[in-house]
């Protein structure tokens, strides 16, 4: 699903980046912390460029929202949902200029766990796929078998953004 070229020339730098290539090594809703962060920024990829959204800034700002390793592995579970955007915009920022729209997607995709809402549009569509993607994830990791509309809802919507 992530071979075409479009997309992977637009993460190209930072797939290669060796340290965002340590998210291979972290574990994240049942599979690493680098596939969940391909997946939405691919999920993007397709949303923002079909909505003629500017989807190079916003594919490459889904793909570094997640981009922290072990900088909240002391914090409780709800200071670690908190604070992690802040480490992901520290560390996208050591090795990339951000446009104010990339640093707000990082930033505010807890939302509305972290409470400032966004200042863009754009923000608000990487955090909703980031949901839909992080759901999606859960329910293939543990194999729990969801029934009734709660299920075709996630299928519908994943189904969307996999076509
Ligand atoms: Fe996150
Ligand atoms: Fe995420």
Redesign the pocket.
Known sequence: MYSNSEFLKICDDILSNSDFNKLKFCKHHGITRYEHSLRVAYYTYKFTKKFHFNYVDCTRAALL??FFTDEVNNLGGFKRLVE??KYALINSKKYYELTSVQEDIIIK??FPITLIPPKYIESYIVDFI?DVASIYERIHSTGVQLSGAFNALIVLITGIFIK
């Open positions: 929202h997640d992690h955007p995709h807890m980031d």
